[in-house]
């Protein structure tokens, strides 16, 4: 599979993984939604001022994109997701789905 198609299919899973349509990410990124179905399927390549506004709208680094594994090491996987769950605050209704996933994980 070529890069184009590879990064393609990454930015589509991640897009729709996100919750979001061609149109919300496009508008967020300031491109048509008709160039970014053709960088999805990997008829054309993102620019790299384009790549930089997707990844903001993802809220990822280039690195998190263009890894071949996801994998990361405990201790940060910890730091994220602390991060993440101070980033929830006092959200009750979070903070419940948090408490019974971490308990449904420790249960098994």
Known sequence: MSIKKEL???????RINKGYTQEKL??????S???LS???LGENFVTAETLDKILIAFDITAEELFATNQFKEPHELLTLINKNIALIGNNSQKLEI????TKSLISK
Request: aromatic share 4%; hydrophobic share 40%.
């Open 8 to 14: 393609g299919k990454k930015i589509k899973t991640i």
């Open 26 to 31: 496009s508008e967020m990124a300031g491109i």
């Open 33 to 35: 939604q008709r160039a």
């Open 38 to 40: 053709s960088i999805e």
């Open 98 to 101: 948090i408490y019974n996933l």
